[in-house]
């Protein structure tokens, strides 16, 4: 995924929560950067991710046993970050690739 802001990020969200529902959101309002983003992540998914908030306002991306977590809103100490995870055989959630993938500096 190309270098983004929180910012970018965030937009990124929102057009893939529109491609997932089918919505008639304008998707070509946002920048070729964001909509680059948004097929990256839909690209590690296999497909369109259904888009969810957790109870701090965070977004989550799912499809099957992989998933995007986007920590903005509660970042544990750290600065504003994502997940990219898959389900293991048990039901628990692994990252892959490396733990934590961070935004543009200074975003």
């Keep these: 995924m190309a270098e983004l802001s929180v910012a970018e990020a965030i937009a990124a969200t929102e057009v893939i929560a529109a491609r997932f529902s089918g919505s008639a959101l304008a998707v070509s309002k946002y920048s070729a950067k964001v909509r680059q983003a948004a ?19 965070d977004t989550i991306i799912m499809r099957g046993d992989k998933k995007v977590r986007f920590d903005i809103n509660k970042t544990s100490g750290d600065q504003p970050h994502f997940h990219l995870q898959k389900e293991t055989t048990s039901g628990n959630w692994k990252n892959i690739i490396k733990h934590r993938h961070y935004f543009k500096s200074g975003e």
Excluded: H
């Design 39 to 57: 097929d990256a992540v839909e690209e590690f998914l296999g497909g369109p991710g259904k888009v969810i908030r957790n109870k701090n306002g």
